[in-house]
């Protein structure tokens, strides 16, 4: 990418940067609370109205038109309004739309407002994410990426607890009007530091998958794992003899779970290898989801089991928000998050599809295994890809820039090799987990022949010096600044 995209702060945050995180932070967690008021609100009011689930459905599904209508142009968007200004307004917006909902005539209006509210809840949540990580840190940056997934998810627990309080009607409506309003007040004062402006042009959409596909299956796994959870946990609890009430509270301490050991992951993030740490939780998560049969049979043991699994699984996703945000930057790093989000909408949608059939299969086995498979699939890709968790896109010279590494390796983009290598590039393509062979020659200071592993830091060994406690090359034992793009 261009050297002209967000250049990263130094280490170590200023108080008013780390105020500026809180305050996007506050804003994202804030708006959360709006997402999970909305959709039950809505469905709520659709069957008051006498509508039966499948248009309550089909109006749930027009929030998804929203975002593929957003995702694809969100980099472009924000390349030339700015992260701060497409959130602001997406914030106004939403305050807006809801008071609309309960002064249309006709419920069938719902429809377009419905798609409004998904691009907004797009730009938010991509945008958020984004702007976290461009104002963070390598120091602390797993630890802040920890808090935000942890604040989001506690956002959308608050929803419905909300939706209780004040029930249904137009009184809801406003009060979720009034939450985004409230939420723009952290990011219109001075401390609240924009990001650095976009300048890059951005790429096709399936180059940000290729570019990150690690990251993107996570996502997707993550939202077909929870969608599937909220919606048969409690009746796999049923199946090994648990109670209506107990299996709620069961699903409720896998949730707390995976909000409270964000924070410990966190911490984990900062201090270890980050593939490395992503592939031992997902092994973790496909033992534990191994086990439910057994540990659900005794309560005593389930609840304390669910609540370590809920959060090592979901320690998945934070991994991978850090690892994106650290390697990326410009348009690459709101393109990656745009098409996670939609990877996020594909999970959600397969999920219980999946779910339902193994369950049908076998109703005491089936959801663990499920669960199992996926988490199991998704470590053994990971570690079949070591080092190639993402990479940086080549700049408009043609050099790459890897993040684990500051030097340049010219013209990755086709396999030079027709052996296995080079074959096994082209089907990699084609599925979207592209990484390429070695170059034979040339490249920053690479030998002939050399693997690309063996060639750059992230994948286990350093041409240019000692690694730091993650494996990649410190800038100063580099040679230069880190994630610089070399234009010629």
């Not at 008021?37 to 008051?48: N, Y």
Request: proline letters at 7%; a positive charge; aromatic letters at 10%.
């Amino acid at each position: 990418m261009s050297s002209r995209g967000i250049e990263r702060p130094a280490d170590g945050l200023g108080r008013l940067t780390l105020i500026g995180i809180g305050a996007v932070i506050l804003a994202a967690s804030i708006f959360g609370l709006v997402y999970g008021l909305t959709a039950p609100l809505i469905a709520g009011d659709l069957a008051e109205l006498g509508h039966g689930e499948f248009v309550i459905g089909l109006n749930a599904t027009m929030h998804a038109v929203g975002v593929l209508l957003v995702a694809p142009v969100l980099p472009r968007l924000t390349r030339r309004f700015g992260t701060r200004n497409l959130v602001l307004a997406a914030l106004l917006a939403s305050a807006v739309l809801l008071c609309l909902f309960p002064a249309m005539p006709t419920v069938w209006l719902w429809f377009p407002l419905r798609i409004l509210l998904g691009v907004a809840a797009e730009i938010l949540f991509v945008l958020t994410e984004t702007w976290t990580a461009a104002l963070s840190t390598e120091s602390i940056r797993g630890r802040v990426m920890a808090v935000y997934t942890a604040a989001m998810s506690l956002g959308f627990a608050g929803g419905p607890a909300i939706l209780a309080v004040a029930g249904t009607g137009s009184e809801a409506y406003l009060i979720g009007a009034v939450i985004p309003l409230v939420a723009l007040l952290p990011l219109v004062l001075p401390f609240a530091k924009s990001p650095p402006p976009v300048e890059d042009e951005p790429g096709h959409p399936m180059r940000f998958v290729r570019l990150a596909p690690i990251a993107i299956g996570a996502t997707f796994l993550n939202a077909a794992v929870e969608t599937a959870g909220l919606s048969f946990v409690p009746l796999y609890a049923a199946n090994l003899g648990w109670s209506e009430q107990a299996g709620l509270q069961l699903i409720t301490t896998l949730m707390v779970g995976a909000i409270v050991l964000q924070l410990p992951i966190g911490w984990l993030i900062d201090r270890f290898d980050r593939e490395r740490l992503t592939i031992v939780l997902a092994a973790l998560a496909t033992l534990g989801a191994l086990f439910w049969p057994w540990t659900l049979a005794l309560p005593w043991l389930a609840y304390g089991f669910v609540f370590v699994w809920g959060g090592l699984f979901v320690g998945i996703y934070t991994v991978m928000l850090t690892i994106v945000g650290s390697r990326f930057t410009g348009s690459d790093l709101v393109g990656i998050y745009a098409v996670m989000s939609l990877a996020w909408g594909l999970g959600a949608l397969v999920g219980p599809t999946a779910a339902g059939a193994a369950m049908s299969l076998s109703p005491t086995l089936g959801l663990p295994f499920a669960i199992a498979i996926g988490c199991g699939l998704f470590a053994l890709a990971a570690l079949s890809l070591p080092g190639h968790f993402s990479r940086q896109a080549p700049s408009k010279g043609g050099a790459a820039v890897w993040a684990a590494d500051p030097c340049a390796v010219e013209q990755f983009d086709q396999p030079t090799s027709h052996g296995w290598q080079g074959r096994l590039w082209w089907w990699s393509w084609w599925s979207g987990f592209a990484f390429p062979p070695a170059p034979e020659a040339g490249g920053a200071g690479g030998s002939k022949g050399r693997s690309w592993s063996s060639a750059h830091g992230d994948a286990g060994r350093s041409r240019s010096g000692p690694r730091n406690g993650r494996g990649r090359v410190p800038p100063s034992s580099a040679g230069g600044p880190a994630r610089r793009s070399i234009s010629p």
